[in-house]
């Protein structure tokens, strides 16, 4: 991940993004916040289980997820 892509993701937060990981997974996320300390620096997001952000409010579901910045290889706001 870049700096461009980590600038991404603090610029997105409450916001739609499409992540890339190193195991080839594209996600679309809601951004909840971007940790980026020295120790286990990740980002806590909202899995958007739909291909069409505007059905998103009716997957909110209550659970989030985190990803660890090591493992994102691009990152850029959702169309």
Do not use: W
């Not at 991404?8 to 971007?34: H, P």
């Not at 940790?35 to 909202?46: I, L, P, S, T």
């Not at 009716?58 to 691009?74: F, N, T």
Request: hydrophobic content about 40%; glycine content about 6%; aromatic content about 8%.
């Amino acid at each position: 991940m870049t700096e461009t892509d980590l600038a991404c993701l603090k610029s997105n937060v409450d916001k739609l993004v499409e992540i890339e990981t190193v195991r080839g997974e594209r996600l679309t996320a809601k951004v909840i916040c971007v940790f980026d300390g020295e120790d286990n620096a990740d980002v806590f997001y909202k899995m958007i289980p739909t291909s069409t952000p505007e059905f998103y409010s009716r997957h909110l579901g209550a659970g989030g997820y985190s990803l660890l910045l090591s493992e994102i290889v691009s990152v850029k706001p959702a169309q």
